[in-house]
């Protein structure tokens, strides 16, 4: 176990480096190494946890991050509006590059930048492989 410099730490969870070395093997082998451009591991607050892109990207990912999670929450309340208790997956289809959003568990969401290299059945069955090992690290 690392020191405590080491470790994230927030209010509501913390992760230790190793666990944090291993997220990011899983971002890369699930995702990025089956076509997804650009994958993060983020807090609800906007901040990022984890990670990983094909080299190719020049995405703003701090804004990207701010942006997901506040639309993740604008998105959870017009579920409880109508009468859902959430929507854990979005989706937003682009001409060239599509985002894909899943709730990890209620502290973590993870976003997917895909293009046409991956389709989106194919990316979302790795997500929700993704997700599983992740959840089986922060236990």
């Known amino acids: 176990m690392g020191s405590n410099h080491d470790d994230i730490s927030f209010s ?3 992760l230790r480096q190793d666990q944090l070395d291993s997220i990011e093997e899983i971002l890369l082998a699930d995702l990025v190494d089956h076509g997804a451009n650009n994958v993060l591991l983020i807090d609800m607050a906007g901040n990022i ?16 991050a701010a942006l997901a999670s506040a639309n993740f ?27 894909h959003f899943s709730k990890v568990s209620s502290d973590f969401l993870l976003i997917a930048i895909f293009g046409k290299s991956i389709t989106l059945g194919l990316l979302r069955l790795k997500v929700a492989d993704a997700i599983n090992k992740i959840l089986k690290i922060m236990k």
């Not at 984890?50 to 190719?56: F, I, M, R």
């Not at 017009?78 to 985002?99: C, D, N, R, V, W």
């Open 12 to 14: 509501d969870y913390a």
């Open 49 to 64: 946890i984890a990670h990983k892109n094909n080299g190719q990207c020049e995405h703003d990912i701090y804004s990207l």
């Open 73 to 99: 929450a604008a998105v959870d309340t017009m579920a409880k509006i109508i009468g859902e208790q959430e929507f854990s997956l979005l989706f937003h289809k682009g001409e060239t590059e599509s985002i």
